[in-house]
């Protein structure tokens, strides 16, 4: 079945240093990636999304790039802020008849001043 | 703008106690999910509707039972609580199986104590 691995948590930065979270699956056929963000006492909300091999999806500016041949979909940010602060959720959508979305287990991010 | 809401956002239960966690969305979408999120765990998809009329079992459906009351509501019920069941539990909902994007609204999210 499809499966989503990303890096352990929690990861702590200083503002304005540079953030990898990486993440990658195992899936069939052609899925579709996210990153999802989950806020302290929030659901979860989209963050980006890259739907073919090599597309890159930016929000906030945070970027990740679909990688087909590493499986890979690692998130990035050149600067992060405290506002940033978050868990981070990897996910992959699969392209099969009921395109299940399936998560990882999360990277809390910790950001300070 | 409310999206997703889900209630209660609390709820603390005895174990063999029932309790139904209610979703509604007001975004028109027909598909609608309860994940359940455990530490270390990320989400869990309990059960799910593709559209209104239809339901199914996701990964951990054993324990709980759903009912999409209509294209808004779909309502997830614990007959016999246990103390596995402690989790937060999330309602989402997306434009449909086929849906363009693929992106799911989440509710803020339901935080159930058994004991």
């Known amino acids: 079945g499809n499966s989503v691995t990303q890096m352990e948590g929690p990861v702590t930065l200083s503002e304005e240093a540079f953030l990898t979270i990486n993440c990658t699956y195992t899936a069939t056929g052609y899925p579709s990636l996210f990153w999802y963000v989950q806020y302290p006492g929030e659901g979860l909300q989209l963050l980006l999304k890259?739907?073919?091999?090599?597309d890159k999806g930016s929000n906030k500016g945070f970027e990740a790039t679909y990688r087909k041949e590493t499986t890979s979909f690692h998130l990035e940010k050149g600067s992060v802020q405290v506002s940033d602060s978050a868990v981070y959720f990897c996910a992959l959508r699969d392209s099969g008849g009921y395109q299940k979305v399936t998560f990882g287990t999360g990277t809390k991010l910790q950001v300070i001043p | 703008n409310a999206g997703v809401t889900q209630t209660p956002k609390f709820q603390v239960l005895k174990t063999g106690q029932s309790m139904t966690l209610q979703c509604a969305q007001d975004m028109n979408h027909n598909s609608m999910y309860w994940y359940r999120q455990d530490p270390g765990m990320g989400l869990r998809l309990i059960y799910y509707?593709?559209?209104?009329?239809?339901?199914d079992k996701g990964e951990v459906p054993n324990g709980y039972n759903v009912s999409r009351l209509n294209k808004r509501e779909f309502s997830l019920r614990l007959e016999s609580a246990a103390p596995s069941q402690t989790s937060v539990y999330f309602c989402a909902s997306s434009e449909g199986v086929t849906g363009i994007t693929g992106e799911l609204f989440f509710g803020e999210g339901s935080r159930l104590t058994v004991l």
């Open positions: 890259a739907t073919k091999a090599d």
């Open positions: 509707s593709a559209s209104e009329g239809t339901t």
